[in-house]
């Protein structure tokens, strides 16, 4: 095929040549039927029942010995690991690494431990456990484990809207001491906690069989933003009672639930601040903030994290100690820690009832902020993070560490940042934090007697920093992508306004809605030819783009289907300029439709390049304008359909019910061919009118 | 701009002349910057606020005297309609019609009365106050309005599941006898079916107001198909004890309902079942069967319809009347009906709370069946039908009607084809039906005492048997469209298996979930040049398709957003053959990324044609990718980027994080460009390693 075209003059001789060549060739490769006949290949179906034989096959001949030793190393990371192990190069690296981590572990493990309302010693036990298990099985080095605020906070929702068993004994009892009556209900707490965990991991486990990790895809940007924003308010409005030292607001439940906690906290503020707790807490904030810019300004220089929050704790506690505050005026402080840890105990699972809905919202939660920080970490080194071998991993974690008075543990992102800066380099980091941690629950935990619950409050503050500063994507979203920012808004509100699960479900509902909603009502545009190329562009956005007379070329910028169907037909309607009647009582005739209307051109041209699908309404609705615009004399052409859409067109008969060669390769052949054939056809009616 | 391609043979004198031209102008108009530069225009950018300024400020000129006129007129659509009334033409072709209607009306209205629980007489009301009041505000001629069997089944379910007062004071009292105690509750069930058709109404009328009819697109062909077939299923089953003579199975709630009411009816029939009845109910089936195929056989012949069922009615309550079947067999039939229209009585309004949610679901099915309808008139006698005037009228019929002992009605697709198949001009069609019903409630009710059940159960199977063989769809969707088989298949189940108004929501929700499943894993294709055209299509489907040693040309059939990124990038690294690290010790080294893996190629195109959004998350992706591909020594160039692409990638500072020069306009275009910079670029690199 010989296709010339020149632009710089319209040199007509040239032209009609090419559309004489054309016509000659009876538009062989022009129109898609000829063009496929004389280059394409029909692509061989495979039938659902071969499909299926060629997967069982391929299955059982992986079924043999080396194959099961792969899927062994690929399921246990660590053996593959600690096989190409480098002493020299990784060994101090990760031992410092795990040394800073496991600094940054213990006063964020009791922090958030004590978030749970649960003893803190829990959360170390959280910073323990699922740690050394992830080390096993978790495919990135650089994600740190444990304790994180909004799982937390998420446990603490849990254990509140469980019903205690124990308040029916104690009630049934005449008499119990106080610290008895205490004991009973943490004990409770606790095994609602762990068998929590144990659900939650159990559901990730049964994700990861299902190999359903993808399903985090639904789990999108703005969905996260919005929702750990929501989320890192309720986790700041938990500490203020520790900030100012008075009893947290309970029992409130429902709509407006965050309103109505601040209502009564000011009103609890008002009556029973402890100035002391007070200002101890706001010092604490002011110097971890301080202590924490100072360590990003002077990252390059000093090159060593500083862990501000443990020289925070420890300072706090002497002076907490030595003046005996908790004593003489009532700062509330950790109290007695248990010592030592825990022996595998079985998660009671009495309540199990209550807790499958929160455990599924907690697996979802903890499975998408980890696994979205899973990817940015081997985007950024260049490795890969399977989402099925981290489900595996978490679940594993989360099962195992049930048995040790563990709660649901998650990826933490301040923390996994500064492994990654402390130059971690394989999991083994995890191991030697454990070491530390291990330490640390044995041996010292009595020492944090006297540790203000202020001080672990402003560490939790401080930490949502980031969280909270979130805020700003939503004006992000709002100049960007207006649907976007809707998704956002709708998330943060009814995680703020409501609670956090209902939040995430009514955010998952707003990002599959907006995915319908974002093809309702697309561009739908004009196009002209841009000077003599073969360049077809919106007539409104290119004013040089010229518009033949008796041609009319559309472009709908979506895949037509059913929910966009009625706008498609209303647009494209009112675009040739062709008005639908109104009033039912003017009778219908066929011939003199168009006349009335003034339409000047015979041919429109439907540039199908946006359609990526189209489903049996919108074949319908084409063969439905197809046959009105031939009773109006305007011929409709297609062109540029794709593999999926010309798929579709065929077995909806597409072909049979309008004209085998509707469609052309491209816009650009579609009009040549049009004026050829528009030019051999005007001297024919002349002729006829002459006669 | 010049542009010659010589395809016959490659004379490379002409191409390198060209490219050359190319290079000379700086690649002017063939990157997107500098043809929007030489063509383009920007778009003004309308804020916000003088957005909103220019709506009111056209919504306030329009507060005329003409203009409300008109809107006046539009409302009520009837003042035209007798304004340019055609006395000569119409009058006697709507007589006709709205006589045949009316005569379907009669025997449908008593029984989908009967299918509501309710007196038949109940069904003749919704014959007749709904019609004349969508006479006056309706816009669709040939829709009839009045009883239709899924409404009225939903009715039934509302009215079942909403606890009788009632009960209670019979409860209280010593003794009621039996006659009394059935007209209290019957009472109590209109008075409840009266507060769901002014809800229903009240529904309509708010959307109407809200301007919502556009919500009916998500009512998708497949969704209604699949819905209503379900129903029908439902309707058919509701009749069965009729057929038979036997009571109908009570108290079945909950899920897998079908089942378990067919696993009592069976066992029901064989203890009670009614031969005489069976028998009639058999005989009318039978002959309603015939009579119908009679008419559309010789349809073209007697061109008038045979009122089948009216025929029917009269002989069977001839037979039974004369033979007393009801006295001496126990043949169940109509029995004593009220006689004369009802008196404007208020909707009780008493258990509003039980009746919201059925209400809201039968508002959106009534809406949906109808509006498509009227849309399918709409189309095929070419005028236009307003969703929005729709609702008004069909809220204003439901709430008027309220008042006079009327349950929801809606547009009946079998008299709808009656009456534009007897060749009905105009909406006053309505009026002349309502004359003939108006007669038979007044003054003609007494004589349908002795009518015999079985018949009007015969009546609702007949009518039922196109709703039933929709079954057929689904294996035309099974054949066409796999996401649209879903949607159908889950629709259809829930409805069965569960109730009607979950099978509507969960057929919504499947909907929605099916939109954005779509989008997930679309084709993503390597393109090769077909000979020396300008056109790229995929080399799997044209072998001829050739390409180029250091140019790999892809297309993404999908906008690329959130849930589809991970797969996007999986795929592309994918098809250019780079391999993601699956080991996470190797350290990172820049510099022989590509040796590793022996790519031969310098150039990536992406073809952007199909990408009808962007969201942020794929603009990320996008930049990460080019950094990431700069790296391995790869350019990454996108072409034929649309609009609204452009503007996002704009916003997101897209040009400033990659290349000002990244877009070319067509996929040839960069194709060219990047030939002739490799052409120039090779011998420099030749020169500089033989120095």
Chains 1, 2 share one sequence.
Not at 52 to 69: A, D
Request: hydrophobic share 45%.
């Amino acid at each position: 095929m010989s296709l010339i075209i020149n632009n710089d003059d319209e040199d007509e001789f040239v032209e009609k040549q090419i559309l004489n060549q054309l016509s000659q060739e009876n538009y062989a490769p022009v129109r898609l039927r000829s063009f496929i006949n004389h280059y394409g290949t029909v692509r061989p179906r495979i039938s659902t029942i071969n499909r299926l034989r060629n997967h069982f096959n391929k299955f059982f001949n992986t079924l043999n010995c080396l194959y099961i030793i792969n899927v062994l190393f690929d399921r246990i990371p660590i053996i593959r690991c600690l096989k190409e192990y480098n002493l020299r190069k990784n060994l101090f690296a990760d031992i410092m690494s795990g040394m800073t981590v496991a600094i940054m572990h213990i006063p964020q493990g009791m922090a958030y431990g004590m978030l749970t309302t649960l003893p803190p010693i829990h959360g170390l036990y959280v910073s323990f456990f699922p740690v050394l298990l992830y080390m096993i099985f978790g495919t990135c080095p650089h994600l740190s484990i444990g304790t994180i605020a909004v799982i937390s906070l998420m446990t603490a929702q849990a254990i509140s809207g469980t019903p205690l068993q124990s308040f029916n004994i104690i009630n049934n009892q005449s008499y119990v001491a106080s610290n008895i009556y205490d004991e009973i209900v943490i004990n409770e707490k606790v095994g609602i906690a762990t068998t929590l965990a144990f659900l939650v991991g159990l559901i990730q486990l049964i994700l990861s069989f299902l190999r359903l990790g993808f399903l985090t895809v639904y789990l999108t940007e703005p969905f996260i933003s919005g929702f750990t924003t929501g989320v890192a308010i309720h986790v700041f409005s938990a500490q203020l009672p520790f900030i100012f030292g008075i009893k947290s607001p309970r029992g409130i439940q429902g709509a407006f639930k965050l309103p109505r906690f601040y209502f009564k906290l000011i009103g609890s503020i008002i009556q029973n601040i402890n100035w002391i707790s007070t200002v101890i807490a706001f010092t604490s904030i002011i110097v971890l903030f301080t202590a924490k810019q100072l360590n990003d300004r002077y990252k390059s220089i000093i090159r060593v994290v500083i862990p501000s929050e443990l020289i925070l704790i420890i300072i706090g506690t002497l002076i907490s100690h030595f003046t005996q505050i908790h004593t003489f005026h009532g700062v509330s402080v950790v109290g007695p820690i248990k010592q030592g840890l825990p022996s595998p105990t079985p998660p009671p699972l009495q309540q199990i009832s209550y807790l499958i809905m929160p455990a599924a919202t907690i697996a979802m939660v903890s499975l998408c902020i980890s696994i979205s920080m899973g990817k940015m970490f081997s985007r950024k080194h260049n490795y890969k993070v399977s989402s099925n071998q981290e489900l595996l991993a978490y679940g594993i974690s989360n099962v195992v560490s049930s048995f040790f008075q563990c709660y649901p543990s998650s990826g933490a992102l301040t923390r996994s940042i500064v492994q990654e800066g402390s130059g971690c380099k394989t999991q083994l980091v995890g191991g030697f934090s454990c070491i530390v941690l291990g330490i640390v629950i044995v041996a010292l935990t009595p020492l944090f007697y006297s540790l203000p619950m202020g001080c672990l409050a402003a560490i939790v503050i401080v930490n949502m920093k980031g969280l909270l500063f979130q805020i700003k994507d939503f004006f992000f979203y709002y100049r960007i992508s207006f649907l976007e920012c809707i998704l956002w808004i709708v998330t943060f509100m009814t995680v703020i306004l409501f609670e956090v699960d209902i939040g995430l479900y009514a955010g998952l509902c707003t990002s599959f809605l907006i995915n319908t909603i974002r093809t309702q009502k697309p561009h739908f545009v004009v196009l002209g030819q841009i000077d003599d190329t073969e360049i077809y562009k919106n007539a409104k956005l290119f004013p040089v783009a010229h518009q033949y007379d008796n041609i009319k070329i559309l472009r709908f910028d979506e895949s037509l289907y059913a929910c966009n169907s009625p706008f498609f037909k209303r647009k494209f309607y009112e675009l040739i300029g062709i008005q639908l009647r109104q009033e039912p009582l003017i009778s219908y005739k066929k011939q003199n439709l168009n006349k009335i209307e003034n339409i000047k051109y015979n041919y429109v041209i439907l540039d199908c390049s946006p359609f990526n699908f189209i489903d049996t309404v919108g074949v319908k609705l084409l063969i439905e304008i197809y046959n009105d615009l031939k009773k109006r004399n305007i011929q409709l052409y297609l062109s540029e359909c794709r593999y999926g859409v010309r798929r579709t067109l065929e077995l909806m008969n597409f072909y049979e019910k309008t004209a085998p060669n509707i469609i052309y390769i491209t816009t650009h052949y579609a009009v040549m061919s049009i004026r050829t054939e528009s030019d051999t056809n005007l001297p024919k009616v002349t002729i006829a009118t002459q006669v």
